[in-house]
Each structure stands twice: as C-alpha cells, then as structure tokens.
C-alpha cells in the first residue's frame, strides 16, 4: 500500500498598505484539499440565511418603530414619482427620517414586484420581499465578516462564529427589520471585515457613511475604532482626516439631494436627529434605564450563555483585545445616555460573537490534550443546545407580538367578499403601531382612517380596537404575548396569550355588503401560489398533477384493502364509564375543521344529576384559563363554551358545529356538588361523544390535526418496503460470494421496525374504520417502535462514521464506548420521554404536539448534541485515511448525514410557529420524506454492485477489514483499499 503525503505550503509577504500606513500580511496558500470543517462553513452560511428567511416567513409585520421605513418602501414601490400619496407627508413622525435606505432595498425589490403582481399576488406579498431583501444584505455583510475572520483568526474561529449567531435570537431576527440601526449596522458590519482585513481607510468609509446618513450615535462606535487603528498604526491620523471629511460630505450631500425631493423641502434628517436627542434632551421622553442595563440586561438577552466566553476570549488570545476593547468602550460610553434600547447597540454584537467564537475554539483545539478539555468541549455543545433553545422560546414570543399585523390580514380574510364595496375602516392606535402597515391594505375602495381624535365609530364599517365597542358585532379576536408561565405538568412552560385585537363589523355592513357570508373562510395566499399552481394545472405541470392524483386514488383503494373492507363509520367516537374522586374529569380532545362539523353528545346522568358534561373551544379565554390557571370546580364550570346537563335539551342530539378556522374542543365532566351521598366525586356509567368532521369518508372519522398522516403512511410503507427487499437482495448477492456486508445487515434491521412501526400506526387507524375509534395504546406502541428505529439508525451513522467495516483505523475503545452510551441513552431518553407519561397521566389531551413541550426540547437537544459527535467521528476518519476514495466517502457522508441530524430540529421549530392544528401532521409527514430520501441513500452507498466504488465489505473465510469490491478487467477480483 503506498502513501502518498501532500505537503501544504504557504508563503508569506509583506506590504505597505498605501492609504492605511500600515503593514498588511498577506498569505497565499497554495491549494489544499477539501475537509469536513471547509463544508461546515459554506453549510453555516447557508443556514444563516435559512434562518433570516425563517424569521421573515413566520414573524413578517413591523412595529412602530420600523414603520417610518417600512411605509417609504410601500410608497416608493407603489406610488413611485406620486409624492402627494406618500405617507410620510401626512404622518410625519416626530423626527424626519432619510430615504436612502428604504430606496435602496426598494429598487432591489422591484423586479419582484413584477412577477407577484403577475400570479395576482396583494401587496401584503411585497412586505414578504422587502423584509427578504433587507435581511439578505445584512446577512451578506456578516458572511463577508465571517470570512474575514476566517483569513485573520482561521476557519475553525469562523465556523465557531457562524454557530454562536446561529444560536442567538436577537440579531437575525431584526436584520431584516427596517429600523434605521439596521441599515447602519450593514455598513458597520462591513467596515469591521475590513478592519479585520486591515483595510482601515475603507472601513472609516464605511463608518462615516453609516454616522451621516443613518445613525449618527455610531459616531461613538467610531471613535474607539478609530483610536485603536491609530494606535495600533493601521491607519495616518492625515488619511484618517481626508477619508473622514470628504466621505461626510459626500453623504450630508446625498442625503440632502435625496430626502430634500422626498420630504419636499430642503432638510438633513440626521441632523435634526441629532439635535433632538442631544440639544433638545428630549430622547428621555421614550423611557430611561439604569447606567448598567446594557452589561446586565441587553448583553445577557442576545448573546445568551455565550456572553462569559466573549470576555474570556481576551485572555485566550491577545488578538481579540484589538477588537473587543473598542467595542466595550462604545457600550460603556453609550450607557450614560438615559434611554436605552438593545438596538442602539446593534453594533456590538458581531464583535462579541467574534470573542465568544475565538474561545470555542480553542476549547476545541485543546480537546485532546486532557479530560477536563474533553468536558468542557461537551459543555460548549450543551450551550449551543441550550442556546437554541431559549432562543426558540424568544422567537415564539415575538412571534406573537404583532396582533395589529394579523388582525389587520384577517379583517381583509373575513369580508374577501366585500373587497369590492365602498367601506371605512378604523385602525386603533394599538392595531397601528403592532403591525398594521400599507402593505396590508388590500382594498383600493375601502378607506382606511388612523385618526387618533375626535373618532366617530359611527361613521365606520370596520373597526380593529383593543376593546369590544358597542354597536359593533365581534367577527374576530387575536390574541398576543402576555407572559411566560411556569406549570406543574408537561409542558411545564408555556406563552400566556391574551386576546389584544378585536375585529368589528358594523351592525349596518350587511346592507352595504349583501355578499356577505355569515360563515368566513379565511385562505391566506399573499403571494398568489393559488393562481401559480392554476397557471402549473394549465400548462405542462399538468402530466405531473394527474400521475398525483392516480397516486391519490391507487394509496385510498389499498388503505381499504388494508382495512379489510370493514364497514365506514362516518364519526370518531369517545365513550365509556367515569368513576373519579375529583370534581372535574377530562375526557378527551378533537380538532374540529371549518365547514360541516357535528358532535352528537349522550350521557347518562342518573347517579349524578347534578353533574354537567363541558365543551371548551381553544381560544385564549376559554380553553387557555383551565390550563394555565388553578381554578375551582364553578370556575372551571363558568369558562365553558357550551355545556350539557339532565335537563340540557342538547343531550342526545346532533348539533353543527359552525366556527371560522379549524378548533380543538375539549370535552369534560364536572359535579361541583359536594354531597353526592357517594366516595366518587363524578359518577357517570356510560357517555359517548361522537364527533364528525367535514372531509371524505375516511377524514370525517379523525381529528383535523391527523388528517393526511395515515394516507402518507400507507404510501411510506410501501417504499420502506422495496428499501428493505433491496438491501436483502444486497446481503444474499455478497453471501453468494462468501462475502459479508455488516452495514447492510444493520441497515435491514432499522428498516424492519420503520415498517413494524408504520404498520402498527396503520392498524390504529384501520380501526377508525370499523369501530369508529382507535386504540390509543396501539398508536403509542407504533410511535415508540419508530423511535427504536430511529435510535438504530443513529446507531448505524455513528458506526459508519467511525470506520466501521470501512476503514483499518475504527477509532479507540473511548470512542467505541461513546457510541453505545449516544445510542442507548438516545434510545431511552426517547421511549420514556415520550411513553411514560402518556402511559401514567396522559397529558397528550393537553398539549397539542409532543415534540412542543420541554421534554421534547431536551430531546432534541440532545439529538444535535449526537450530531455534533458524528462530525467529529468523520472528521477524524477523514483525516486518518490516506486512500482517496475512502477520504472522499467520509467526507461526503458527513456532510449528508450531517442534514439529517438538522431535519428533525428545524421542522419541529418550524411547526412551532405554525397553527396548533397543523404542526403533527407537518412534523410527521416531513420526516417521513425525509427519512425516506436519506435511508435512499444509505441504500446506493452500501449496494452490493461491483461497479459501487464506495461499498466496503468483509470476506467471510479472512475477516479483513477494510477490503472493497472492484471491477478488473471482464471479471471481479478482491482488492485492498
């Protein structure tokens, strides 16, 4: 076997920066070949990205104080040289603003103006693509930074910098947010790249822009930069002077030649910022905190736990004092102004995330060196968890901070067919400064009033307000962030929701809309999806859309062969007896759908006439006050939608249920009378709900958040089917050739219990079929088999990744031993999390979704914790084999699988935003697509193919190892790898 060894050179030379004054080191290397921690960093990049557009998808509205931006984009967009239309002229603000920035994102924007206005897509779209727009450039600016810090500090520093932003909440969130800071921060990000990159007069260029033209407060950012370049002798205090003043007048100038057209008189908008919160002392009006706020409140809230590691890194390397200093001498100087936001620091969290990157990785680099490395190095992977997980909880709440922005979208939803009538709005100051935007506003024959005095409601049609009003009729509430609460049970935290927006029809509307409809539907398609899809069914998408549907018809004929042809029921049915010591009892829950649904109540009342069977609907106000609050017996009785008693006409009868979204119900029993004479509390020997949902014959049986999934599963099974049959077909081709492949034998083994699992889950649901209910224990033993299958496959990964049956060099017994430990604690952790207590209290009739609680937080923490030592296990492999197509197989394996790890945590964050109706189905049905293309490669990998370079197999009779099976000549032959 010969070795061949690439040397990796470098040379280095130094020059005269011309314009800094300084010397500039610069190191050409030659080309060195690929490894694990080069695809890291372009996958980092990448899921920056993601993760803005995520936040943009999911939280799209502004406040108040993005609104000055935000309304000059909608104008420039759409009434473009009409300046008479613009808002600004008849909401001013207190202080005017430039337009530089809100024109630059817009002609950006433009051209996809044209295609949304195309497919018929509303304005509501392009706020969709401004804020996309925004964000991309400040993401843009921070990966030239990162990659700065990758040629000044090395990639590992910069790949840890990418993953301490990652897991941060507050900066991705809001640099697609058009606040001012934000559009400065782009440029000072920027000017800290070339400050790494030692370029000084461009990134004084960039800083002067930013003073002049967007936040002059960065002012006391550049001052300590530019000290410490002069200082450090980067920068000619004479270059420093030519660079500074022409480039300040350059952007007065600009700033005046634009806003002045704008605003329509001659005006400096930084300026007269300047002298109101600085001559005129008038910022303090808005709020003041105390001088430390900065170090023991804002810091703490966006960089998280990686905060300490920041300050440490100025004692690990000296590097980071040129930079870290500067930047806490700007925060320090900043808390002495009164009024202090996290935003107006913007500024400082690139360089502290470059701090904290610049101690985790030398955490790492240590990490061979002694066991105490070793734990810490786990450490820093449970912060990162850690880390993504507050900031979920941090998204999940700001999500919910925009009810104007909602409650304004679904007011247009819920009179779509008034579009086209003559109608007046009112929009309440709290509706307008929490997300109610010119994007919204649908309707060119609607008036849309803000007035804030002298307010007739009369005189309007529509109204959103905080407070239900008289003569107005309540079509609609949406509800918003209150306040984290702890609670006893899973998932033992959750977001206390409060309605803050209603939405108000005149009692008058219908005579001036006759189209009106008493039943609303509400489709939100900004973008026009819809039309694209018609425009797709009409055209050449159409061969695939009948191959779908031919798919649809074949999967709904086998699930009734699998149901062995039983009778339909038409409803899900919950029934039995009640004997409890409690005075309150919950039976079960059932998410209804919009249109046609029924439930039919019977009960028997005789040993407890004065007990009463309750409905309750979802809503914050209903629902939310048992769940949240410890309220007595009558209390819990008083917060019912609906209840059913012995002298209730409703019991026994089939009643619709009308509701304008899809709605769980929760069904109870409750007897609040002490003396019952009896030791049970609640006595009840038969009841039976019968609930029926809108949809075919199979989907009326279920609850809504279940409809899809055992029509998915039926069409998996049948793939995991052929997978399985394959890889047998693989294992007897090599036994036919005295040849052994483990993997394939491990493989077929996790393929089993996938099929075992979906089987099981599809005789659950074959059983709606005949007996009109499912046996819940089936459906948990189906669940916990496809985590045993799950934890195998991880196990197979880990296996691989370490060499196994693949390489000479199978890791050590340290390692070895982690991979059991991995796998037998993910196993556990993942059947008693989610099988205990289901199995003892049954919480899942309170929470919606199991991967929602924080037992399923900690789960997916650990899975990425998992994830992290699979890189490390191909890394490794990578760099101890010397043949080239071994090399390349760890490489690619680690990046693929590396997705996978991903997948799970990113849909269940994902669906934690999305509609508590929708987030099961969407989890379950992504990770079967997913589960089924990356089990698809594993299959192509390890096929037993003689022309397969990459399948590694084992000779039965030698057991060698590391052998690989290639083509020679017309005939096979064994040859060592």
């Not at 060894?5 to 280095?12: A, D, E, F, G, Q």
């Not at 030649?257 to 704008?262: E, H, M, P, T, V």
């Not at 009779?957 to 790898?977: I, P, S, T, Y």
Request: glycine share 4%; net charge positive; hydrophobic share 50%.
């Amino acid at each position: 076997m010969s070795t061949n060894v690439r040397s990796r050179k470098s040379t280095t030379t130094t020059s005269k920066d011309s314009n800094s004054g300084g010397s500039t080191n610069k190191t050409t290397n030659i080309k060195k070949p690929s490894t694990l921690l080069d695809l890291l960093d372009g996958s980092s990049e990448i899921a920056i990205y993601f993760l803005m557009f995520i936040y943009v998808y999911i939280c799209p509205y502004t406040k108040v104080e993005e609104s000055f931006n935000l309304q000059a984009m909608h104008d420039i967009l759409i009434h473009r040289f009409n300046i008479n239309n613009y808002d600004h002229l008849e909401f001013p603000g207190v202080i005017p603003r430039t337009f530089i920035g809100a024109l630059f994102v817009s002609v950006l924007s433009s051209p996809f103006q044209y295609v949304v206005e195309y497919f018929g897509g509303s304005k509501l779209c392009m706020l969709y693509v401004v804020r996309a727009v925004l964000g991309f450039i400040g993401v843009t600016a921070l990966i030239r930074l990162k990659r700065s810090i990758a040629r000044k500090f090395g990639l590992e520093v910069a790949v840890c910098f990418a993953l301490v932003v990652i897991s941060q909440f507050h900066l991705l969130f809001y640099i697609s947010r058009p606040l001012p800071n934000v559009f400065a921060l782009s440029l000072v990000v920027l000017a800290y790249a070339y400050w790494l990159d030692n370029r000084s007069t461009v990134s004084i260029s960039l800083l002067t822009v930013a003073i002049f033209i967007f936040r002059s407060e960065v002012l006391i950012l550049a001052g300590p930069v530019t000290l410490s370049m002069l200082i450090g002798k980067r920068l000619k205090f004479t270059n420093l002077l030519v660079v500074g003043v022409v480039t300040a007048l350059l952007s007065v100038g600009v700033s005046v030649l634009i806003d002045s057209y704008f605003w329509q008189r001659t005006i400096y908008p930084e300026m007269e910022v300047l002298l109101f919160n600085t001559v005129e002392n008038r910022s303090h009006e808005w709020g003041v905190s105390p001088f430390h706020w900065y170090f023991s409140s804002a810091l703490p809230r966006a960089l998280l736990l990686w905060l300490p590691l920041a300050f440490l890194s100025m004692l690990v390397d000296r590097r980071a004092l040129e930079y870290l200093l500067p930047i806490l001498l700007f925060v320090f100087l900043y808390s002495f102004l009164p009024h202090k936001e996290l935003r107006f620091i913007f500024y400082a969290l690139p360089i502290f995330s470059l701090g904290s990157a610049i101690t985790i990785a030398r955490i790492f680099k240590q990490f061979n060196k002694s066991f105490i490395y070793k734990l810490v190095s786990i450490g820093m992977i449970g912060i990162f968890g850690a880390n993504l997980v507050l900031s979920s909880f941090f998204f999940h709440a700001s999500s919910l901070n925009y009810p104007g922005g909602e409650a304004f979208n679904q007011l247009h939803q819920l009179h779509s067919e008034c579009l086209e009538q003559p109608l007046n709005v009112h929009i309440d100051n709290i509706a307008a400064i929490t997300g109610v935007s010119r994007f919204g506003e649908i309707s060119q024959n609607w008036n849309y009033s803000k007035k804030e005095r002298d307010v007739l409601l009369s005189d309007y049609d529509l109204l959103l307000a905080p407070n239900a009003t008289s003569g107005f009729d309540v079509a609609g509430s949406i509800s918003g962030f209150t306040r984290f609460q702890l609670l006893r049970t899973p998932p033992f935290i959750q977001v206390v929701k409060e309605p803050q927006i209603y939405i108000m029809t005149s009692k008058q509307l219908p005579l001036k809309c006759p189209k009106l409809n008493s039943k609303y539907h509400i489709t939100h398609d900004p973008c026009g999806f819809v039309k694209a899809i018609a425009f797709c069914r009409g055209h050449k998408c159409i061969k695939l859309l009948i191959v779908f549907k031919c798919m649809n018809i074949k999967l709904c004929f086998l699930f009734v062969v699998i149901s062995t042809f039983s009778l339909l029921g038409n409803s899900e049915i919950f029934k039995g007896a009640i004997l409890s010591s409690d005075s309150w009892y919950l039976i079960d829950k059932f998410c209804f759908t919009e249109d046609d649904a029924t439930v039919n109540v019977k009960v028997d009342f005789r040993n407890n006439p004065n007990a009463t069977l309750l409905l309750y609907s979802d809503l914050d106000t209903v629902w939310g006050k048992i769940s949240t609050g410890d309220l007595t017996c009558h209390e819990r009785v008083m917060a019912a939608s609906s209840q059913v008693n012995s002298v209730s006409g409703l019991n026994g009868k089939t009643v619709s249920v009308d509701q304008r979204r899809a709605r769980w119900w929760y069904f109870a029993i409750a007897n609040c009378d002490q003396n019952t004479g009896s030791h049970y509390q609640i006595d009840i020997p038969y009841y039976e709900i019968r609930a029926n949902n809108d949809g075919d014959s199979f989907n009326s049986l279920i609850s809504a958040d279940q409809q899809g999934i055992p029509q998915s599963e039926i069409a998996f099974i049948l793939f995991f089917l052929a997978l399985l049959i394959f890889s047998i077909v693989s294992i007897v081709f090599l036994w036919h050739r005295n040849l052994e492949s483990k993997v394939m034998k491990l493989f077929s083994i996790v393929l089993f219990f996938k099929i075992l699992a979906l089987f099981v889950c599809l005789i659950y649901w074959a059983m709606f079929l005949r007996y009109e209910s499912g046996h819940k224990d089936i459906n948990l033993a189906g669940t916990s088999l496809d985590l045993i299958a799950r934890a195998l496959f991880i196990l197979l990964l880990l296996l691989v990744g370490q060499g196994w049956t693949i390489s000479p060099f199978y890791g050590n017994v340290v390692s070895r031993v982690i991979n059991v430990i991995m796998f037998v604690v993910i196993l556990v952790m993942s059947v008693a999390i989610y099988l205990v207590p289901n199995v003892t209290f049954m919480p899942s009739k309170m929470y919606t979704f199991f991967y929602d609680t924080i037992p399923g937080y900690i789960l997916l923490a650990f899975f990425l914790t998992i994830m992290i030592w699979f890189i490390v296990l191909c890394r490794n492999s990578y760099v101890k084999q010397v043949d080239i197509v071994k090399k390349k197989f760890f490489l690619y394996f680690g990046l693929i699988f590396t997705f996978w790890f991903l997948m799970m945590p990113v849909s269940v964050l994902v669906s934690h935003f999305l509609e508590s109706w929708v987030r099961q189905k969407t989890v379950v049905i992504f990770n079967l697509v997913v589960d089924s293309i990356f089990y698809s490669i594993i299959a192509f990998l390890f096929r037993a193919s003689k022309s397969n370079p990459y399948v590694h197999i084992l000779n039965m009779d030698q057991k060698e190892k590391g052998v690989r099976l290639q083509e020679n000549g017309a005939g096979g032959e064994l040859q060592q790898a």
